[in-house]
Nanobody, 124 residues
Framework: QVQLVESGGGLVQAGGSLRLSCAAS????????MGWFRQAPGKEREFVAR????????YYADSVKGRFTISRDNSKNTVALQMNSLKPEDTAVYYC?????????????????WGQGTQVTVSS
């Protein structure tokens, strides 16, 4: 069992930066690949980024590539999403999720555990 709690969301102007953090409970955090997803009002939840269990591999949606960076610290059971050059279209609730499988996937249904989400609002 893994419990996830996101933090770091807020209101920022376009072009600004935010750093989201996700804290995980449990001693098996290092066994899980971790992902960030987002859901804007009236839209489906979509993949943002993923990092392997060891942290050696990362994968990004095209819409955030070059602007967002995912990282993790297995000694602290945390995963972060550094978001730079934010755009109004990045406005959404951001969720972190844990995936026990090592197969890279963007499918929501493949992730085993989810946090409650944190709101990110980017003003123009």
């Amino acid at each position: 069992q893994v419990q996830l709690v996101e933090s770091g969301g807020g209101l920022v102007q376009a072009g600004g930066s935010l750093r989201l953090s996700c804290a995980a409970s449990g001693r098996t955090f290092s066994y899980y690949a971790m992902g960030w997803f987002r859901q804007a009002p009236g839209k489906e939840r979509e993949f943002v980024a993923r990092i392997s269990a060891s942290g050696s591999s990362t994968y990004y949606a095209d819409s955030v590539k070059g602007r967002f960076t995912i990282s993790r610290d297995n000694s602290k059971n945390t995963v972060a999403l550094q978001m730079n050059s934010l755009k109004p279209e990045d406005t959404a609730v951001y969720y972190c999720a844990a995936d026990r499988s090592s197969i890279v996937t963007v499918k929501i249904t493949n992730y085993d555990y989810w946090g409650q989400g944190t709101q990110v609002t980017v003003s123009s």
